[in-house]
């Protein structure tokens, strides 16, 4: 049986509540197989302050996301990816 191409995601939020929360961090690798054939991770700015609950438990800082591209920027980058 082969295993094909696979995606594992990974998204940071700044809280739970998809009506007023926004995506902070989104990374993802994709395989084929077993082999990793593509990566992508990027920081994501927003303007909702994070809580330190967030940042402690994302390890990701308010100073980060300050500088981090805003979401256009990263969603343009993101469909840049192959596949």
Same mark, same amino acid.
């Given at each position: 049986? =082969?295993? #094909?191409?696979? *995606? ?22 994709h395989?084929? #197989?077993?082999?990793?054939? @593509?990566?992508? =991770?990027? %920081? *994501? ?6 809580? @330190? ?5 994302? #390890? ?13 920027? *990263? %969603?343009?980058?993101?469909?840049e990816?192959?596949?």
């Amino acid at each position: 049986m =082969s295993l #094909g191409h696979w *995606v594992v995601i990974d998204i940071e939020t700044t809280g739970i509540d998809e009506a007023t929360d926004q995506i902070i961090d989104l990374g993802f690798l994709h395989f084929e #197989g077993t082999k990793l054939i @593509n990566k992508f =991770s990027s %920081l *994501v700015h927003t303007d909702i302050p994070l809580s @330190n609950t967030i940042q402690k438990l994302t #390890g990701i800082t308010q100073k980060q996301v300050d500088k981090a591209p805003k979401w256009g920027a *990263v %969603l343009e980058s993101l469909y840049e990816q192959e596949g």
